[in-house]
């Protein structure tokens, strides 16, 4: 999907742009907060990024690690090259067990592996279950946000989904309310289910154990109820030691949300008596990111948002402009090691201002990795047309002065004759929801050479 | 000879083998500075409020009397601790999870709490169940006051996970700000939490 052409539809309902704009800064503040309050911050992000640089130089010894620990521990290990893979074994897991209804709690690994629609089409129901992602789930729309799936949803909507779902009241959108239908409606789904289907935000090399974390408790109550548990894991997720935990459960709560832990942090190392526990760890196009010198870095990724959150672009064009499972920032980074052709115009979708590599807290140079990733499009011959012309023009007229003066002053001039609204059209995505600034009247060049260094015009 | 396909373990550690890069140092874990003149009982009730909880102090004799004042409605209380009997039902007749749906009240012991985040280690031995923590309506916890650190590196110098089937940090009941950023509390699992500090 081309950004500019997705981005435009949302982008033509400005009040909504700029709640959504306040609505995912305000996210921003509270992490900027979090972070203020631990004098060791910066520290803490160095060991992170320090602690993921030693697990991928050494992540297949590290993988083997966890898979000897994890089966000592009782876990059934499968691995899955790529997506179709991945949906194939997990499949394969429940049609064992015969399980026709899955409680799956939140992972973006899924959502990546198209595991929702794979296992419908083979008569499993799906629920998932935390707030925000039955809410999508229920509009047939993808997460436009990984932390918090629903972002660009209102209320209002939310309570019409309600109404048409659940039978809440007509008009009523309190969230309180609301949350109290999702609850009872989740809960008689959670005692019905009959396997449960989780991410995992970090695997324990040395325990042979993982992590995950929510806030409702919806993972947990899922697989504690159910007789089959089925974890599906990036290989990135491997951390090699318990003590490490420390380092990465202070930084990313904090830099999701500003709490300073979520609700639940839960570790599951045997499965429950009389139930079964499975991970299937899956690779789809990560290790040949860790082959790309240039790229390898996105592989510390923890999914905390921060990068979206803080981004000018994403807060403007919504998730769903990014028609990638994984949207801002890092997704425009991530993507393209999927698809550089179809995910081309995602590395251009960014003002490069940095703000994402300040915020991240395993030190990801996000925007530097945005930057090569355009030259690398640009170089497969997948750059969007008219910026490998405008470059070129550009190229052209910074390498020729006399070309340069020319025109700039026939673009002053022509600035003051024709109606902003045209020139616009030139400029045309960059200019829509906003207007060129006003053009002066004379070059820098001009104003220079007649007052020289000294003037304080 | 017949080639045996590669599974697809052997092709995802022979790539990564030959597209990771030089080997980086362990990386060995430093000794976290600790903030200076924080009293960290204070912060750890101070955290639990933060995150949506109740934290006080209470005798140990006291405590039977305070929790049927304070949930008079309470039918069905699941104990896990010896301050607190179960009513309502006979614990040992659990033998689906599921039955536990509609315990009003839930009564752990905690591990040991985290003053800098709330939170409280459980593990799998004070659950009893362990769906136990999340399908009651309403969490209170004991925690021996003198149980609590500073932070979540001396948190994990107290864990020993492979000894540990299943465990889980708590911080405040079940919620949500999934509408409209609006924190609502009572999501899926808990609608309150209570965290007792024993002598
Ligand atoms: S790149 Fe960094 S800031 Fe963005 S989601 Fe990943 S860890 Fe968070």
Known sequence: ????????????????????????????????????????????????????????????????????????????????????????????????????????????????????????????????????ERVIQFAKEDPSHIVMPAIHKKKEEIGELFYEHLETEKGNDDPNYLTEAARHHLRKKFLKADAAITGVNF??????????????????MGVNLTPLHIASMGIEKIIPKAEH???????????????????????????????????VIVDNGRSRQLGQEDFRRSLHCIRC???????PVYRRSGG?????????????????????????????????????????????DVDKQLYKWRQVITEKGFAPNKKTLT??????????????????????????????????????KWTTGRDLPDLPKKSFRDWYLKNGIDSHD | MVLIPMTDREQILNTIGANKPEEAQPFIMPTVQKEKGVTIEKQFIQMVGHVGGVCIRQHSKQISDMITVRYPHAKKIYSCTK???????????????????????AVLQGCFGVAENGAIWISEEEMMHRVLPYIAEHLVILLDHNSIVANMHDAYEQIDLTQVPYGTFISGPSKTADIEQT???????????????TD
């Open chain 2, 183 to 197: 924190l609502v509390m009572g999501a899926q699992g808990p609608r309150s939490h209570m965290v007792i500090l």
């Open chain 1, 1 to 132: 999907m081309h950004h500019p052409v997705a981005a435009e539809k949302f982008i033509q309902d400005t009040p909504r742009v700029n709640w959504h704009n306040k609505a995912v800064w305000y996210v921003r503040e509270k992490r900027d907060k979090a972070a203020q309050d631990i004098p060791e911050w910066e520290q803490l992000r160095d060991y992170a990024s320090a602690i993921k640089t030693d697990t991928i130089s050494k992540l297949d010894k590290y993988l083997i690690e966890f898979e000897q620990r994890a089966i000592e521990n009782g876990i059934k290990i499968h691995w899955a090259k790529d997506a179709d893979t991945h949906n194939k074994i997990v499949h394969g897991i429940l049609d064992t067990h015969q399980s026709r209804l899955v409680v799956k709690s939140k992972s973006m690994l899924t959502e990546e592996c198209g595991l929702n629609p794979y296992l419908e089409a083979k008569g499993i129901e799906v629920v998932d279950t935390d707030l925000g």
């Open chain 1, 245 to 279: 935990l420390g380092v990465f459960l202070r930084l990313l709560a904090r830099s999701a949300t500003g709490q300073p832990i979520t609700t639940y942090t839960s570790h599951f190392h045997k499965p429950r008596e009389g139930a079964q526990l499975h991970v």
């Open chain 1, 391 to 428: 470059i070129r023009l550009g190229k052209f007229a910074f390498s020729h002065p006399l070309t340069f003066r020319i025109f700039g002053s026939l673009s002053r001039k022509a600035g003051r004759i024709f109606p902003k609204k045209l020139l616009n059209t030139f400029f045309t």
């Open chain 1, 203 to 220: 695997a324990i090399a040395e325990t042979g154990g993982f992590v995950v974390v929510t806030n409702e408790g919806n993972a947990d």
């Open chain 2, 83 to 105: 301050e607190i009997s179960s009513i309502g039902f006979n614990s040992e007749n659990i033998s689906n999870p599921i039955d536990l749906n509609g315990v009003d009240l």
């Open chain 1, 305 to 311: 948002g921060a990068c979206m959150n803080t981004c």
């Open chain 1, 320 to 364: 769903h402009s990014y028609g990638y499972s994984v949207p801002g920032p890092i997704g425009s980074i991530l993507s393209p090691n999927m698809d550089p052709e179809k995910h081309a115009s995602l590395p251009f979708a960014s003002t490069l201002c940095g703000s994402c590599s300040a915020v991240c807290p395993v030190k990801i």
